[in-house]
């Protein structure tokens, strides 16, 4: 049986994942209006994979007997300046997000429960891959500077992102 405190913050973590999901959908409609479609493309797909992330966290909870509870979602922004604004941006969310396992691992820790622990070891090691993409990606768009054509090939390389490559 899961604690009171875990079930909350295991809660408010899907919360958190549906967010993502809803962040990431608004950056795909930014890089739409951009006709960046390798952008939008890789947007879609992570969209798609923090609503994996948020059903994790569902199931969990209930094979664990406790509550799932869907609170309301948060409006993400929709308003970008720029390719690498919106990247610098996802980047600086999923720190945040890392920043949460971390502590909903110490919450499992300090009740001794395992099971959680194993739950939440998957997301931690999820979060360097997600961290790691969007780094290569703000790599690419400082070497890239101004240079259009330099940044339709990266468009392009983004637009092969299969739907399955994470978790
Ligand atoms: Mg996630």
Redesign the pocket.
């Known amino acids: 049986m899961l604690s009171a405190t875990l079930e909350r913050a295991l809660n408010d973590q899907m919360n958190s ?1 549906i967010y ?1 999901a809803h962040l990431y959908l608004s950056m795909a409609a930014y890089f739409e209006s951009e006709n960046l479609k390798g952008f939008a493309h890789w947007m879609k797909v992570q969209h798609q ?2 609503i994996s ?1 948020a059903m994790r966290i569902f199931d969990y909870v209930n094979d664990r007997s406790g509550h799932v509870v869907a609170q309301a979602i948060d409006q993400p922004p929709s308003e970008f300046e720029s390719t690498q604004s919106v990247m610098e941006s996802a980047l600086a969310h ?1 720190r945040q ?1 890392t920043a949460m396992i971390e502590e909903l691992y110490r919450e499992a820790q300090a009740q001794k429960d395992y099971a959680t622990h194993v739950l939440l070891e998957w ?1 931690i090691e ?2 360097v891959e ?1 961290e790691k993409s969007v780094i290569e990606i703000i790599e690419s768009l400082k070497l890239i500077g101004n240079d259009g054509t330099g940044l339709l090939i990266l468009d392009g390389r983004l637009a092969e992102r299969a739907a399955d490559e994470a978790a």
């Open positions: 994942e993502s994979e923090e992330h999923e997000v997301f999820e979060q997600e």
